[in-house]
């Protein structure tokens, strides 16, 4: 299991089929999160979905189904891996969210919406270490260390947020719709939704958001899942995140 320095992650031990599950990850800055409300299912949930085929059903999980679902992945045969659900609350920054939000299949999202809600926006700004260089070898990514005076551009950045923030109360003060008033929010703002999600939909998200071509910010991100999923998943999660080239 791949992890991140800065992650807090509470896992229950027990990884019951069907169960509210408290466990939450922070983000570097305290801020963003991933919290699992609900575990819809187990590994044994893949096998059963599986072995119905033959008409068969299986209540404890054997080293034969373990190789089941191995052979499942390894193949392809992707349908059983659809049953096993959980619901999140994740809370990242907009910028995060575009990105995460262009996974839509086997996902189902419902967001806070700043048309109504007026409360203080919380914005993101990168730390020191994570004002990225530019690299010029890749069309989508950053180099790995931080831009020569880093800190005082950093301080900068927080005073745009502090600027935007500011100006965005006086919009409400001076009675503009809270729809109209968040068009002066930057990319950077945090955005909370509850996402419900197949273990095979999140699988994928892995794949693709933990490649090293894939931003930093969103990394983090599938790497909490992972750390997340696998305490409820340990056999199928596996299964679908090795390589079996
Ligand atoms: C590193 C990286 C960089 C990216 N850069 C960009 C970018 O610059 N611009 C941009 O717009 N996007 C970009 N994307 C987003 C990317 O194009 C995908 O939209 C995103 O990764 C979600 O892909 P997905 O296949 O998991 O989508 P999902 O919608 O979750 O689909 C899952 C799977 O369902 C199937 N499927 C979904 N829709 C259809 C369909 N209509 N017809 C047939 N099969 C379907 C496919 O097998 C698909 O893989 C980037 C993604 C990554 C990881």
Known sequence: MSSDSSATVSVSDAAPAVAPVSSKWLSEDRIGSVEVLEVFGSDLTVVNAARVSFAKHVDEMTTRDEGLIRFLAKHD????????????RIKMPIFVAREWFRHTIGLARNEVSRRYVDSDPELWAPSVEGLRERDPKLKQGSKDTPIEGAEAVVEEMRGWNDRALAYYKELLERKVAPEIARAVLPQGMYTEFIETGSLAAYARIWQLRTDPGAQREIQAYARAIEALLMPHFPVSWKALTTNHD
Do not use: E, G, K, T
């Open 77 to 88: 045969h992707i349908s059983p891996f659809f049953h096993p659900q959980v619901r999140l």
